[in-house]
């Protein structure tokens, strides 16, 4: 099975449900598999071809999903980029992996202009916003065919042990290094991260961290969707924005550094939310200080779950159990 059957067969089973909810947007498993569906002939007539690369450089937004599964679904390798990386290393990425297209936003267009001379073979630039560029493609573009019109092109059957998408990790010295995640990489992670903890077509993840993330896109997008829940975007994570979209959404679950539980931890007036919902919270990146740890847990009545992983394990190698025994600073079975 690959993303794409994952997500099709979700579509199937849960139709109307929302599985995502962004801002005042709610978007359901049918239209999630109907848009990405959509993108994928629209990369398509663009001439993107099966195992070609199409990199990502987007903030938390709908389009991110859009793109990521559109991409799958056309056949092509997504590369999701790091916003946050100057102009040369974009340029690095872009070429490293011999992308075809780049889906980005018009706030890195004028990045993208500086560099795009230096990337021989980025022949589709394409945008979420508006530009009067005669080089620049629409998103919105991309989503005009009918998914289900007769003259819609034939999608490319992928198999589970192709490639779904390269990540590109910081390693110690130089530039960062593609890791080439598999579509059965990303489920049988997802897969045994949902079994540890207990996911149910109950749970909503609250998703604060960046989609270009392997965390974001396996812990708090694939984990909802292979358990049937929901997951809640942040555009980014906003301590002022946290604890009332917690609230409002009812989140079940969220993943965080211990940077952010000690935002968190530190904020006032935090007992005015309704945060009964709350099941777990997801720890990784780093250890957490155990008296972090403690007061987080007494304060909000939270459980944390530490997590270690790494973007060339997919992302979640080892984690500590849901329920029994556990050693706060260690991972696994003590």
Do not use: W
Request: with cysteine.
């Amino acid at each position: 099975m690959t993303l794409c059957d994952l997500l099709q067969n979700r579509a199937r089973q849960y139709g109307e449900k929302t599985f995502l909810f962004f801002q005042d947007q709610k978007i359901s498993y049918m239209a999630l598999d109907e848009i990405a569906r959509q993108v994928a002939y629209g990369l398509t007539r663009l001439g993107i071809k099966k195992g070609d690369t199409v990199c990502i450089l987007l903030p938390n937004c709908l389009e991110f999903l859009y793109a990521f599964f559109g991409n799958m679904k056309a056949g092509a390798v997504s590369v999701p980029i790091n916003f946050n990386l100057k102009g040369e290393e974009i340029k690095y990425i872009l070429n490293n992996s011999e992308a075809t297209a780049l889906i980005t936003a018009p706030a890195f267009l004028d990045t993208i202009r500086q560099i795009k001379q230096g990337c021989p073979r980025l022949s589709n630039l394409i945008l979420t916003g508006s530009s009067s560029d005669k080089d620049v493609i629409s998103f919105s573009e991309l989503q005009k065919t009918p998914a289900r019109q007769k003259s819609a092109p034939r999608l490319r059957r992928i198999k589970e042990s192709e490639p779904a998408a390269i990540i590109y990790t910081s390693g110690t010295t130089g530039y960062p290094k593609g890791v080439v995640l598999t579509h059965r990489n990303y489920l049988f992670d997802t897969e045994q991260f949902v079994k540890a903890t207990q996911m149910t077509e109950q749970d909503r993840f609250l998703c604060i961290l960046p989609l270009f993330h392997v965390n974001g896109q396996v812990v708090t997008t694939l984990g909802p969707m292979v358990a049937g829940g929901s997951m809640v975007l942040m555009e980014k994570f906003s301590p002022k924005d946290f604890f009332p979209t917690l609230a409002k959404f009812k989140a079940t679950a969220f993943s965080g550094v211990p940077t952010v539980y000690a935002i968190l931890l530190n904020l006032p007036d935090t007992e005015q939310y309704d945060l009964s919902s709350l099941r777990f919270c997801v720890c990784g990146a780093a250890p957490m200080p155990v008296e972090l740890f403690q007061s987080f847990e007494k304060k909000f009545r939270a459980f944390i779950l530490e997590g270690y992983g790494l973007s060339e394990g997919t992302c979640v190698s080892s984690v500590n159990p849901l329920g029994g025994n556990r050693k706060i600073g260690s991972i696994g079975l003590p």
